[in-house]
């Protein structure tokens, strides 16, 4: 039990440093980049479809508890959350909670 306290007690620091090491650097090298480069924009385009590429996956091919979930019901509330993306002015927030509260309503409704 000792040891697994030390563990997490290490992991919290070094997971603080790593995280907030490379904000602060990015908050310096911000000042020096020009928001509408090419380059910027082509990594805001390929984050982006990473960013897609995952959520597709998660949805299509799910892993763990997500699996127990019938596909229709995770396509259903993915397409409510786009909806509500849409009709909240592009808020991500609102939409990430909708979409949540859908695919929960939509798995426990069904039975």
């Known amino acids: 039990m000792n040891d697994v306290v030390l563990i997490v007690a290490a992991m919290i620091p070094a997971g603080f440093i790593a995280t907030y090491l490379w904000r602060a650097l990015a908050v310096v090298a911000v000042t020096r980049i020009d928001p509408e480069s090419d380059f910027l924009l082509w990594v805001r385009a390929v984050s982006t479809a990473l960013v ?60």
């Open 52 to 111: 897609a590429a995952l959520v597709m996956r998660m949805i299509i091919v799910p892993s763990g508890v997500l699996a127990t979930i019938a596909v229709e019901h995770r396509i259903g509330a993915m397409a409510i959350g786009i909806a509500v993306f849409y009709a909240a002015s592009r808020s991500t927030q609102i939409a990430t909670f909708a979409t949540v509260i859908a695919l929960v309503l939509l798995h426990v409704v069904s039975g």
